[in-house]
């Protein structure tokens, strides 16, 4: 028997799977590629199972390992089975229909999908349906496998087709085989002890050496050369980074796109300046080079028919995006830098986010889909992963533990984690240290697909001649690849996202024209200049507004102290976590360097130790630190002599994961640009150390800019019609505190909060001149339909009373039940109390059940009724939170009146007054946010509030291990600790929690 590099010449694998086939296979693509090269197979054929979510990595990975690729998929379906390897375009367009076949229809057939699509395949199977269409025209072998060795050899003999030696490798080596069991027995729900072996693939279907393959199949030399053979057929491989552009609805669309702008300038700006003229031709001929007139066409379309958005990322640099009326901020007046978006080396697509009303999304998906239809237009999907907490419990399961064990376990592996003693092990009985080092395994393994929330591609062609499709519950198709794959492909990705805050600026809008008959709609909606918005956002009072209203925000706009736009634009970037290095640099140079309008201060100079000239002058708007994406690529560009296109791979590269390799390439020939530009070692460490601070979440200007224009338009509504603002919040529901907490906040501002009445309230919250009425949204178990009837009947008169209302809208009892609970009656029957109409209603009730459905409208007998004994305060209390979910009739502070008289407490209001002094606040807690320090130990930020206003406190480590099992948001507290001043933002270092 040949055996070493002879053997290895002899065979080769044809049928590999990775992770990509969804709990099934467990290895990663790029581990498979380490072991093919190590064993020296130069090709890497990936046959995932019913599906090509793994493609675009495939091809990636073995350009990096100078593999060959080689296209396949496993078609498994309703007991039939095929084995299809790519080996010609027109065979991965079959592929591709294939699986979009299979995706949409359960009866689906693989034998009969290969008798009209096999052309361009080599098929490997041993299913008789599947030979039975194909053995006399297609291209087939029978699969030689460890699973099926009989029914290879029965084949061959029936149908008269070849054998190829195969060894189905869904894991690396025999050990993770039980890996394999896992992954069944979590996709199946099943326990390890009852997996059905039908489930299972056999413990020889690993990644064999070539010796082994031969060893097992030496009886068979023409299958294992078959091997060899398929793969030198298969040559065929999808072409990667083409971008593909949407299709042109215009004979000239570089014309139409040019026309549209120039019309769009002159709406934005009145007349043209020679600066506007040269920015706006600069930019069009880029575009126009890049190919890109198609995208911005067929945006300008939609927002044309939806005009509430806000066009944001990249793209916002564009002054074509402004003049189309995609974006909304003026990029030369902002010094926004086009070559972020696009630039002369740029091979990979931008991003061209828009969002638009969130309750708006679904029409516009459809008039997308009706425009382009389903063949050229998709969604992108998400590729989503086991996480270590999922991955652990999920093990736990199969395991056949529990339910209250794996939460007991799970809660004291997170304590251990955050356990300021890292030495203390954890003692965990069997089967717990397994499942722990194989949840580790499990981190990262796909393990199903959902969509994404925003992206669509559009091609010119049907998009299954690139990918599948596969439908989706929420009635459109995706993609295979994720937002990364897609773009890596090729595909312009549009997103088309839903923003709850558009919704809250239109509902807004549209309450103040009806209640003061004020002009005024969103587009013409421009506040950055009005004083009374600047300062309501220097104070940070911005509970409600659009990305400014988290506790961090708010004090970080105390810091500042300023609140004009350009210097939200800035704070709207430097939130993000990574950026907590340089925030406090940046506030003190920014208060250095400029008035309380934000306005630079021309007898200032900095009064830091500048890097280099060329440093400073590129980032001294933002006062020598990098806050926005860009800055990455300006300063790489100024200070190391990249280009437009290096510099921005570069930033691209720094926010990836698993960047190292490539990113180690680039710090050499960053360090020496610098050095040959003048700067010693030590001052280009330090410039790439703050470029490191972009390794995580950040924003370009133009983005952040985008977003500070929603903010700065939502701070304007609130201050001038607060009522009508603060009820467009709660009614969307998609702000970053609760309903209560809005309300409590709308009090403060002197505003009147009234129940909901049956005859006042609309399904939404509505403001009207300083009043807020709760809807009938608010209302705890009363269907939406209801809701809507309730107010449509409405319009006809209002109800007269309870027997009017029952007879005209005729709700189920249940509803009606709570609805007069909810006090919705108080109003309508003064007379009469909430028992005594609960009692009428049942009365009702049970008289129409007696009738005939026909007679619902015949006269109920009328008879005097008793007049029940009314609830007692408390109760009334009890129902207000049990069917609102808050109290509305008083703080809840005020139910522990009696004890909080005997505490020497302070005001919040008043707190500013105490910095340095330990004090007693009573709060109730209104939202929260805990993260880990550089030790690995939890802390958190908490938000409370009294009756006069709200209090941010810090929850140390030491203080958190002891008081956060006391915190909930159903509670009140005394919170005791010091007050402390950072800046001007002021909250309370807490050393004493006490839940009342």
């Known amino acids: 028997m040949a055996t070493g590099a002879a053997a290895g010449t002899r065979f080769q694998h044809i049928h590999i799977h990775s992770q990509y086939s969804l709990m099934w296979g467990t290895a990663p693509i790029e581990g498979l590629a380490k072991v093919l090269r190590a064993r020296g197979q130069k090709v890497f054929p990936l046959s995932d199972r019913n599906g090509l979510y793994g493609l675009v990595e495939h091809l990636q990975v073995c350009r990096d390992y100078d593999l060959r690729p080689v296209v396949g998929c496993e078609l498994v379906a309703n007991g039939e089975w095929a084995h299809c390897l790519v080996k010609t375009r027109e065979g991965y367009h079959n592929l591709c229909t294939m699986l979009t076949q299979a995706y949409r229809d359960p009866r689906w057939s693989p034998a009969r999908a290969l008798r009209d699509l096999h052309e361009g395949l080599i098929v490997i199977t041993n299913c008789d349906a599947v030979l039975e269409e194909t053995h006399a025209t297609a291209e087939v072998y029978a699969d030689l496998w460890p699973g099926d060795l009989k029914g290879a050899r029965r084949c061959r003999e029936r149908w008269g087709v070849p054998l190829v030696a195969n060894a189905h490798a869904y894991t690396v080596t025999p050990e993770a085989h039980h890996l394999h069991r896992v992954l069944r027995a979590i996709d199946t729900n099943s326990k390890l002890s009852r997996l059905d072996p039908d489930a299972v693939m056999p413990a020889a279907s690993y990644l064999a050496s070539a010796d082994e393959m031969i060893a097992r199949f030496e009886t068979e030399p023409k299958a294992l050369r078959a091997t060899?053979?398929?793969?030198?057929?298969?040559?065929?491989?999808?072409?990667?980074?083409?971008?593909?552009?949407?299709?042109?609805?215009?004979?000239?669309?570089?014309?139409?796109?040019?026309?549209?702008?120039?019309?769009?300038?002159?709406?934005?700006?009145?007349?043209?300046?020679?600066?506007?003229?040269?920015?706006?031709?600069?930019?069009?001929?880029?575009?126009?080079?890049?190919?890109?007139?198609?995208?911005?066409?067929?945006?300008?379309?939609?927002?044309?028919?939806?005009?509430?958005?806000?066009?944001?990322?990249?793209?916002?640099?564009?002054?074509?995006?402004?003049?189309?009326?995609?974006?909304?901020?003026?990029?030369?007046?902002?010094?926004?830098?086009?070559?972020?978006?696009?630039?002369?080396?740029?091979?990979?697509?931008?991003?061209?986010?828009?969002?638009?009303a969130w309750d708006e999304r679904?029409?516009?998906?459809?008039?997308?889909?009706?425009?382009?239809?389903?063949?050229?237009?998709?969604?992108?999907?998400?590729?989503?992963?086991?996480?270590?907490?999922?991955?652990?419990?999920?093990?736990?399961?199969?395991?056949?533990?529990?339910?209250?064990?794996?939460?007991?376990?799970?809660?004291?592996?997170?304590?251990?984690?955050?356990?300021?003693?890292?030495?203390?092990?954890?003692?965990?009985?069997?089967?717990?240290?397994?499942?722990?080092?194989?949840?580790?395994?499990?981190?990262?393994?796909?393990?199903?697909?959902?969509?994404?929330?925003?992206?669509?591609?559009?091609?010119?062609?049907?998009?299954?001649?690139?990918?599948?499709?596969?439908?989706?519950?929420?009635?459109?198709?995706?993609?295979?690849?994720?937002?990364?794959?897609?773009?890596?492909?090729?595909?312009?990705?549009?997103?088309?996202?839903g923003n709850r805050s558009l919704a809250v600026i239109r509902d807004c809008l549209a309450s103040v024209r009806e209640n003061y008959r004020v002009d005024m709609d969103y587009a013409s909606l421009n506040p950055v200049d009005d004083p009374r918005t600047s300062e309501l956002i220097r104070s940070g009072n911005t509970m409600g507004c659009f990305y400014v209203e988290s506790p961090a925000t708010r004090q970080l706009l105390q810091k500042v102290r300023m609140g004009d736009f350009e210097t939200l634009v800035a704070v709207s970037s430097i939130i993000r976590p990574a950026a907590n290095k340089v925030t406090g640099e940046w506030i003190k140079r920014h208060r250095w360097m400029c008035d309380e309008q934000g306005r630079r201060r021309p007898d200032r100079k900095p009064n830091w130790r500048p890097i280099h000239p060329d440093f400073e002058a590129t980032l001294d708007e933002s006062h020598g630190l990098m806050i926005y994406q860009e800055d990455v690529t300006r300063t790489a560009m100024a200070v190391a002599g990249f280009s437009a296109a290096e510099g921005d791979v570069l930033r691209k590269i720094i926010s990836k994961k698993h960047k190292q390799k490539v990113l180690a390439d680039y710090r050499e020939k960053f360090v020496a640009g610098c050095i040959k530009h003048g700067l010693d070692q030590a001052r280009a460490d330090t410039i790439w150390q703050m470029m490191m601070s972009f390794a995580g979440y950040s924003f370009c200007k133009p983005h952040s800019a985008s977003y500070a224009m929603v903010s700065f338009k939502s701070a304007f509504l609130k201050f001038h019609y607060p009522a009508e603002f603060m009820a467009a919040v709660i009614s969307n529901q998609g702000g970053f505190y609760s309903a209560y907490a809005y309300l409590s906040h709308a009090r403060r501002l002197g505003l009147t909060v009234v129940p909901p009445e049956i005859n006042g309230s609309r399904v939404a919250y509505h403001g009207y001149r300083g009043t807020i009425r709760i809807g009938f949204m608010q209302i705890k178990g009363i269907p939406q339909a209801l809701r809507e009837r309730i107010v449509a009947v409405r319009q006809d008169g209002p109800y007269v009373d309870l027997n009017d209302f029952l007879q005209r809208v005729r709700p189920p009892l249940e509803a009606c039940k709570r609805l007069i609970l909810a006090g919705c009656f108080d109003v309508l029957e003064p007379e009469r109390n909430r028992p005594t109409l609960i009692w009428r209603a049942l009365h009702w009730f049970a008289c129409h059940q007696r009738q005939h459905e026909d007679l619902w409208d015949a006269p109920v007998r009328a008879e005097e009724l008793p007049e029940m004994e009314d609830y007692p305060a408390?109760?009334?209390?009890?129902?207000?939170?049990?069917?609102?979910?808050?109290?509305?009739?008083?703080?809840?502070?005020?139910?522990?009146?009696?004890?909080?008289?005997?505490?020497?407490?302070?005001?919040?209001?008043?707190?500013?007054?105490?910095?340095?002094?330990?004090?007693?606040?009573?709060?109730?807690?209104?939202?929260?946010?805990?993260?880990?320090?550089?030790?690995?130990?939890?802390?958190?930020?908490?938000?409370?509030?009294?009756?006069?206003?709200?209090?941010?406190?810090?929850?140390?480590?030491?203080?958190?291990?002891?008081?956060?099992?006391?915190?909930?948001?159903?509670?009140?507290?005394?919170?005791?600790?010091?007050?402390?001043?950072?800046?001007?933002?002021?909250?309370?270092?807490?050393?004493?929690?006490?839940?009342?």
């Open 874 to 996: 408390a109760t009334k209390l009890a129902l207000e939170r049990r069917l609102l979910g808050f109290l509305v009739s008083l703080h809840p502070l005020h139910l522990y009146k009696e004890v909080l008289a005997k505490v020497a407490r302070i005001r919040a209001a008043d707190i500013a007054g105490y910095v340095g002094r330990k004090v007693c606040l009573a709060g109730w807690l209104i939202t929260g946010k805990t993260v880990t320090t550089k030790e690995d130990e939890a802390m958190s930020f908490l938000t409370f509030e009294d009756e006069s206003d709200v209090f941010e406190t810090v929850l140390f480590p030491r203080a958190y291990a002891q008081y956060a099992p006391l915190l909930d948001r159903a509670h009140a507290y005394l919170v005791q600790g010091t007050v402390c001043d950072e800046m001007g933002a002021v909250s309370v270092t807490i050393e004493a929690l006490v839940r009342l």
């Open 228 to 356: 060899h053979e398929i793969l030198e057929a298969c040559t065929y491989v999808p072409t990667i980074g083409a971008l593909i552009f949407p299709p042109s609805r215009f004979d000239d669309h570089q014309k139409v796109l040019r026309d549209k702008t120039y019309a769009g300038l002159m709406r934005r700006y009145g007349q043209l300046t020679p600066q506007i003229c040269e920015r706006a031709d600069r930019e069009l001929d880029m575009i126009r080079r890049k190919g890109f007139s198609n995208c911005f066409l067929v945006i300008e379309d939609v927002v044309g028919r939806f005009s509430l958005t806000c066009g944001r990322g990249s793209a916002a640099a564009s002054i074509v995006s402004y003049a189309l009326g995609i974006t909304h901020v003026d990029p030369i007046k902002h010094n926004l830098f086009f070559e972020r978006f696009l630039n002369p080396g740029r091979v990979d697509p931008p991003d061209i986010d828009i969002d638009f």
């Open 362 to 497: 679904d029409r516009v998906r459809d008039y997308l889909w009706q425009r382009y239809g389903g063949e050229h237009i998709a969604m992108v999907c998400n590729h989503n992963r086991l996480q270590p907490r999922s991955a652990m419990r999920e093990l736990a399961k199969v395991y056949g533990l529990d339910a209250r064990e794996i939460e007991k376990v799970s809660h004291d592996l997170v304590k251990h984690k955050r356990a300021r003693d890292k030495k203390r092990a954890l003692d965990l009985a069997d089967p717990w240290p397994e499942i722990v080092q194989l949840a580790r395994r499990l981190e990262g393994v796909p393990r199903h697909i959902s969509v994404h929330c925003g992206g669509v591609v559009i091609t010119p062609d049907p998009i299954t001649h690139h990918c599948p499709l596969r439908p989706m519950p929420i009635g459109y198709d995706v993609v295979p690849w994720d937002k990364d794959g897609v773009e890596d492909y090729g595909f312009v990705k549009l997103d088309f996202l």
